[in-house]
């Protein structure tokens, strides 16, 4: 089965400082892999997805993300945070792209920022 | 750009009531799925479907179930709301990558 690892529930960083969330995963096919960003009593918007090709994927808002299969890991970065980007980010895997088999996601890391 | 939209974003049902939680998206996915978020937990699945009249159990069906009479539509139905089904749940389509969500649900079952 597969399934997800965040490591982190909590991540408090400066604003300006640079971002790494965290994010290893279990699949015994070739991964789909996806961030999302959840803000407060909103849905979830997706940020990056990686499905093959070259490892390093950006995404909207400045986020990219790196797929390294030789450690399971898909994590998000940015190299310089804003005060909007407080949220709740969550790593999924899925079959096909997320289609019929749905996204099994992390259990989401809560990102705060300070002035 | 994709809409799925979520029928209510906040609602109070007592105790053993029947609730109706509807999903509408409008760009023709064939995929569709209920998923139930909680502080701990993360999302859960609940059901899906990928055709009309098609539905498939996830992690966690007991207690719902779903309907999908219309491409557009996935409903889904709380027999007989119980305490412990207060959540949040978000809906969710896709096509063939990725999945775009609806805003939630927020549901207090009291």
């Known amino acids: 089965a597969q399934s997800v690892t965040q490591p982190d529930i909590h991540i408090t960083v400066s604003e300006g400082a640079s971002l790494e969330l965290r994010c290893n995963y279990s699949?015994?096919?070739?991964?789909?892999l996806f961030w999302y960003v959840q803000s407060p009593g909103q849905g979830l918007q997706l940020l990056l997805k990686?499905?093959?090709?070259?490892?390093l994927v950006q995404g909207i808002k400045g986020f990219e993300a790196e797929f390294k299969r030789s450690q399971s890991s898909f994590n998000l970065r940015k190299p310089s945070v804003h005060w909007s980007d407080a949220a709740e980010y969550f790593c999924?895997?899925?079959?096909?792209?997320?289609?019929?088999?749905?996204?099994?996601f992390g259990k989401g890391t809560h990102l705060i920022i300070q002035p | 750009d994709v809409k799925v939209t979520q029928s209510s974003r906040y609602l109070v049902k007592r105790t053993g009531e029947k609730v109706f939680l509807e999903c509408v998206q409008d760009m023709d996915h064939e995929n569709m799925f209920w998923y139930r978020q909680d502080p701990g937990l993360g999302l859960r699945l609940i059901y899906f479907?990928?055709?009309?009249?098609?539905?498939e159990k996830g992690d966690i069906p007991e207690g719902y179930s779903v309907s999908r009479e219309k491409k557009e539509r996935f409903s889904l139905i709380l027999e007989s709301a119980s305490t412990n089904q207060t959540s949040m749940y978000l809906c969710?389509?896709?096509?063939?990558?990725?999945?775009?969500f609806g805003q939630g649900t927020r549901l207090t079952v009291v």
């Open positions: 990686y499905f093959s090709g070259d490892t």
């Open positions: 969710a389509s896709s096509k063939t990558w990725g999945a775009f």
């Open positions: 999924a895997v899925g079959a096909r792209g997320g289609g019929a088999d749905g996204l099994t």
């Open positions: 699949y015994g096919a070739t991964p789909y």
């Open positions: 479907s990928y055709d009309v009249k098609m539905k």
